[in-house]
């Protein structure tokens, strides 16, 4: 049986990407051989994330956002999962057929330009910045898209990661009336 204890720590952010530098406090657990986990929870090894995210139902996908810390994207391609339809009965298998149009996104380095790739092919540029979630009002890294992009110009990311190489976001989709709605959530895993 593993040391499990709890440790508040503030983590130093660097101006990666053209990103401003930030150091918000957060909790971390060390649960024995697994290293260290936002909020506590033991994540399966990152090569399980996909069905473990999958497997989740939409409670659980707000918990792990809300507890999950604002950390920078890996330089390069991360793998995307689309979790549209967590509570429906055929969710996974949607999750699954999301997975043929978009593939994630890439991190292009020494900048804040993040490309989405759908089909295979690099599209969709959005601008990564730290922000304020819509959700609970702490810090998170949003992707904004009004700036680059015409056919998702009123898209809104944000993104936590909430296991190593984990990160897990809402997308917020702006309405006519100026208000954002909730659309669906998406997570990206790193190599």
Same mark, same amino acid.
């Given at each position: 049986?593993?040391?499990?204890?709890?440790?508040?720590?503030?983590?130093?952010?660097?101006?990666?990407?053209?990103?401003?530098?930030?150091?918000?406090?957060?909790?971390?657990?060390?649960?024995?051989?697994?290293?260290?986990?936002?909020?506590?929870?033991?994540?399966?090894?990152?090569?399980?994330?996909?069905?473990?995210? $999958?497997?989740?139902?939409? /409670?659980?996908? !707000?918990?792990?956002? @809300?507890?999950?810390?604002?950390?920078? #994207?890996? %330089?390069?391609?991360?793998?995307?999962?689309?979790?549209?339809?967590?509570?429906?009965?055929?969710?996974?298998?949607?999750?699954?057929?999301?997975?043929?149009?978009?593939?994630?996104?890439?991190?292009?380095?020494?900048?804040?330009?993040?490309?989405?790739?759908?089909?295979?092919? $690099?599209?969709?540029?959005? /601008?990564?910045? !730290?922000?304020?979630? @819509?959700?609970?009002?702490?810090?998170? #890294?949003? %992707?904004?898209?009004?700036?680059?992009?015409?056919?998702?110009?009123?898209?809104?990311?944000?993104?936590?990661?909430?296991?190593?190489?984990?990160?897990?976001?809402?997308?917020?989709?702006?309405?006519?009336?100026?208000?954002?709605?909730?659309?669906?959530?998406?997570?990206?895993?790193?190599?």
């Amino acid at each position: 049986m593993g040391a499990c204890f709890m440790v508040w720590m503030t983590i130093g952010m660097s101006s990666w990407s053209g990103l401003p530098a930030c150091s918000p406090g957060l909790v971390m657990v060390w649960d024995g051989g697994a290293g260290w986990i936002p909020g506590g929870s033991t994540p399966p090894p990152r090569e399980r994330a996909t069905e473990w995210l $999958r497997a989740m139902s939409s /409670r659980e996908l !707000w918990t792990r956002y @809300r507890l999950g810390v604002a950390t920078p #994207l890996p %330089v390069g391609r991360v793998k995307g999962v689309a979790l549209p339809c967590p509570d429906a009965r055929f969710g996974e298998l949607i999750s699954r057929s999301a997975g043929v149009v978009w593939q994630g996104k890439i991190a292009t380095e020494g900048s804040n330009l993040l490309l989405n790739r759908f089909f295979g092919v $690099r599209s969709v540029p959005g /601008r990564m910045f !730290w922000g304020t979630s @819509r959700v609970d009002g702490l810090p998170c #890294l949003l %992707v904004d898209y009004s700036q680059t992009s015409w056919v998702y110009a009123n898209v809104r990311d944000e993104l936590r990661m909430i296991a190593p190489g984990v990160y897990l976001g809402p997308m917020f989709r702006k309405q006519r009336d100026g208000s954002e709605r909730f659309e669906m959530f998406f997570a990206l895993i790193a190599p």
